[in-house]
């Protein structure tokens, strides 16, 4: 059975703050899929405009096991059309890209067994690819005699797959609350390259005792990869761990990130000067509290921030756009992060400081599990919402109009840079950015060796909203910097061109 409730903004009780006004919530919707559980782990932009989401949905958890979710919708959130994958017992979707080719590929785990406990499920690695309509061309799994799944999936610039996640983890599903009861095993951060088809290039395992949670293709073809780590064998005090390394995988560098608590990074995005990071930390004996962590280039930490109130926090995604940070999570958990908690987005500037935030409670609990800014500067998000036993997947849109100086009491900035669309892109893509007053303007296309390829504008323009038409013309596929700098703003973009 398929429904789908709508959500009128006025009726859902939304908290803000006094730092500054919260974007509006221009549309928030319920997304029944089932009877049972229905939940949202990723959501990405689509060429079209719209959005893509991946998690996982039981039909009947009386019956039946959880299948992989592959929800698309338009850009206002209605459903286009709905997919669910199953392999054997228990499959989820926990990371989702478009490709070149306007299909989609989704990372997760599917796991084999059968309960009770005298027969354990293990949990392999799964990728799936599939085309624009969600039908499946392909599948693949990974690993070995333990417990493995892929957490964090992109398209690189070869058109192949870098994912990460752990190899044989003491569990046979993510964690999301590290704490003092954790008993860390022999686990592994994991890396895993393939090419277009989904067969493996290489892999990589990481320190001993620790989890991979997010890989990022970086601006010089290499990857950086956030989690955590248990650096000491007599305890399980966790750390924030975070590995750069080349484009083989090798290491480059690990940094641990952490002191007495209990940390560990979900997410990790790489800016024009560094790496930011969002994740959790728990002093002993204390709730959670959301964390916000940036590092320059080489890993060292610049500042940590921590985020929330009395009760547990965290924060599973960040995205990096306009020289400001967008974190999504849940807040006023109960001793666990997860439970009878609320939906959570805020936004902070380059330092760490809270400009903004937004609470939403509707059920008992309500967790939002990954956000993005959207292309036209707004904010789309998704999670689950439960009232029990059983939940739905959850998505909203937030948007901020600017103005006025006088009629706008936050500006996102002076001047905005916004994300190049499409992209993945062809041959062509639209480079969009907003002066607040007229100035001096250099726009340039770089290669991710830092040369320019071209010149788009120098000079004086004028106040306002521009776009502009970039062809590639003769470059080949990879990774491009566009670069925009106006009156000591600083931006950059990363964008994919695949031929």
Avoid at 77 to 86: A, E, Q
Avoid at 267 to 280: E, W
Avoid at 429 to 458: M, Q
Wanted: aromatic share 12%; with cysteine; charged share 20%.
């Amino acid at each position: 059975m398929k429904k789908l409730m709508i959500i009128l903004t006025m009726l859902i009780p939304v908290c803000g703050n006094s730092f500054a006004q919260a974007p509006d919530t221009l549309w928030s919707k319920i997304h029944a899929i089932t009877i049972d559980i229905d939940e949202g782990k990723c959501v990405r932009q689509t060429n079209d405009g719209g959005y893509i989401i991946t998690g996982s949905c039981v039909p009947d958890g009386l019956i039946s096991h959880a299948d992989v979710l592959l929800l698309k919708t338009d850009a206002s959130g209605n459903i286009v059309w709905t997919k669910t994958y199953g392999k054997d017992f228990f499959e989820e979707g926990l990371s989702v890209a478009q490709t070149s080719d306007q299909g989609f590929i989704i990372a997760g785990r599917c796991v084999t067994g059968s309960y009770p406990i005298i027969d354990p499920p293990v949990s392999d690695a799964w990728l799936l690819k599939t085309d624009a309509n969600g039908d499946t061309l392909w599948t693949k799994t990974y690993g070995g005699n333990g417990n493995d799944y892929c957490t964090s999936i992109q398209q690189t610039s070869d058109l192949g797959y870098i994912m990460t996640g752990t190899t044989n983890a003491e569990y046979c599903y993510p964690k999301y609350e590290i704490n003092e009861d954790y008993e860390p095993g022999a686990s592994h951060a994991w890396l895993i390259k393939t090419d277009a088809k989904g067969d493996t290039l290489w892999t990589k395992a990481y320190h001993e005792r620790s989890h991979g949670n997010c890989v990022d293709q970086t601006f010089d073809g290499g990857y950086i990869i956030v989690g955590w780590i248990f650096p000491d064998e007599p305890d399980n005090q966790s750390d924030v761990l975070l590995i750069k390394t080349d484009s083989s995988g090798d290491t480059l560098w690990i940094k641990t990130i952490g002191g007495d608590d209990y940390d560990a990074g979900f997410c990790v995005r790489q800016t024009a000067d560094g790496y930011v990071i969002a994740g959790q930390t728990k002093p002993e004996g204390k709730p959670y509290n959301a964390l916000l962590i940036k590092t320059d280039l080489s890993g060292e930490v610049l500042w940590s921030k921590t985020f929330g109130g009395q009760l547990s926090d965290v924060a599973f995604s960040v995205d990096v756009s306009d020289e400001r940070y967008f974190i999504t999570g849940s807040t006023n958990g109960t001793w666990w992060v997860t439970a009878m908690s609320d939906m959570w987005a805020f936004e902070t500037d380059v330092n760490g400081n809270l400009i903004w935030e937004r609470i939403y409670d509707i059920r008992f609990t309500d967790i939002s599990f990954s956000g993005i800014q959207s292309s036209d500067g707004g904010y789309v998000i998704t999670g689950m919402t439960s009232g029990g036993f059983g939940g739905d997947l959850w998505q909203a849109k937030l948007v901020q109009e600017p103005t006025s100086v006088e009629d706008n009491p936050l500006r996102i900035t002076d001047y905005l840079l916004n994300q190049n669309y499409p992209n993945p892109f062809n041959a062509a893509t639209k480079i969009s950015f907003y002066l607040y007053e007229a100035t001096s303007v250099s726009l340039k296309i770089y290669d991710v060796l830092g040369r320019v390829v071209e010149t788009l504008i120098e000079g004086p323009m004028s106040a306002g909203y521009h776009d502009i038409e970039w062809n590639s013309l003769n470059l080949p596929s990879g990774i491009y910097i566009c670069r925009l700098e106006s009156n000591g703003y600083t931006k950059t973009i990363k964008m994919l061109l695949e031929k």
